[in-house]
Every structure is written in C-alpha cells, then in structure tokens.
T-cell receptor, first 115, second 115 residues
Framework: AQSVAQPEDQVNVAEGNPLTVKCTYS??????LFWYVQYPNRGLQFLLK??????LVKGSYGFEAEFNKSQTSFHLKKPSALVSDSALYFC?????????????FGRGTQLTVWP | KAGVTQTPRYLIKTRGQQVTLSCSPI?????VSWYQQTPGQGLQFLFE???????NKGNFPGRFSGRQFSNSRSEMNVSTLELGDSALYLC??????????????FGQGTRLTVV
C-alpha cells in the first residue's frame, strides 16, 4: 500500500530564512515523487518531481527537494523564503511500476512566511 | 497551451439533488483523474479515466460516477447529494501513456456546497 506522511501540519519561517517542508513515503515499489502547492481557493500547482538520477531536484520558484532512498524521504527546501511562498504544500507519490495515474497525497503542510 | 479547465467553479445544491461537474484536460492528455478535497479528509482519489475507460477507482459510494468522452473531456456525477459531499473537486490530467508517466496538472477545481 502506498502512503505519504507530512509530519508537520504547519511550518512558520521568517522571510529570508531557509525553509524545509518534510515528506516521508511508503510505497511497494520505487516511487515517482512530486510536490504541489495550493493557494486559497485554487487547484494544485506542480512544483517539482523526482523520476530518476540526481537526488537533488530543482523546481519552480527556487524550490528544490532532496530524495533520500534510505530514509524514504523527499523534503522540500528553499534557501530563502518569501512571504509569497505562504501556501499549502502537498507531497505526492506514484508507484513507478504502475501505468495508472493515481497519486497518493500527504495531508498537506501549511507554510507561513512572516515578513 | 491551455491548462485544465473545470466548470463550473462554484455550485450550491440542495440535499437529494444531483450534480454534474465537467473537466477539459490539456490538449493531448488522455488521462483524467478526479479528487475530492475536504479539510477533514484531505485529498481523496475518486477515479481515473483513460481513453474513455475507467481504469482505477477510489473508495467512494456508487453515488459518485464519471465518464470520459472521445475528446478526453470528462464529467463526474454525484447523485442524491449529502451534506458531506460539500468539497472542492479537483480534476487532473496527464499524458497517461506508458510506464514513464508525467506529472499531473490540476484544474482550479469546482467548489460544491450542499445545503
């Protein structure tokens, strides 16, 4: 069974400071991993993905994520947070061995960046 | 390239009524998935369609149904609405072909309120 855990419901950080949003996963095979962001009353916006290769993945708006197979983690990071980064962040996984499109999501982490 | 379009954006329905939501995927995308988002349950998978066939279904009652047309547009229907069906319904499209699938792109969602 596939599952995703985002252990923090909320992350607060001051503008200009680095931010980390945590994600761990459990899948039956090797995963494809994704991060999405959601602004109020909007759909999910794709940020970045890990498919294969370099464990450090760079995405949109200066975000990056590090895939750690031994710890089954895929934490989202940004070196310098902006107030405009405040939003709800979702980690998602899909089984590499499946042709099905279903994504398994974490419960989301609300990121608040204080000016 | 146009994104995923969901209509309508907002709906208010009365208990017992039925509702149909529409989703137009990105041109060339053949897979459409539907998700229900609520504050309590997070993002829950409803079903996935590929080339007019439902190929995966989540754990929802039979009141929830969907279909996909030959142009890949999809509709989902909820019959005999209950208060608990109030949610943001998100549609996601992807290429849906082969093992190496791409990320899913989401529409803005349809906010359904059942009163």
């Amino acid at each position: 069974a596939q599952s995703v855990a985002q252990p923090e419901d909320q992350v607060n950080v001051a503008e200009g400071n680095p931010l980390t949003v945590k994600c761990t996963y459990s899948v039956s095979g090797n995963p494809y991993l994704f991060w999405y962001v959601q602004y109020p009353n909007r759909g999910l916006q794709f940020l970045l993905k890990y498919i294969t290769g370099d464990n450090l993945v760079k995405g949109s708006y200066g975000f990056e994520a590090e895939f750690n197979k031994s710890q089954t983690s895929f934490h989202l990071k940004k070196p310098s947070a902006l107030v405009s980064d405040s939003a709800l962040y979702f980690c998602a996984v899909r089984d590499r061995g499946s042709t099905l499109g279903r994504l398994y999501f974490g419960r989301g982490t609300q990121l608040t960046v204080w000016p | 390239k146009a994104g995923v379009t969901q209509t309508p954006r907002y709906l208010i329905k009365t208990r017992g009524q039925q509702v149909t939501l529409s989703c137009s995927p990105i041109s060339g995308h053949r897979s459409v998935s539907w998700y229900q988002q609520t504050p309590g349950q997070g993002l829950q998978f409803l079903f996935e369609y590929f080339s007019e066939t439902q190929r995966n279904k989540g754990n929802f009652p039979g009141r929830f149904s969907g279909r996909q047309f030959s142009n890949s547009r999809s509709e989902m229907n909820v019959s005999t609405l209950e208060l608990g069906d109030s949610a943001l319904y998100l549609c996601a499209s992807s290429l849906g072909t082969g093992v190496i699938n791409t990320e899913a792109f989401f529409g803005q969602g349809t906010r359904l309120t059942v009163v």
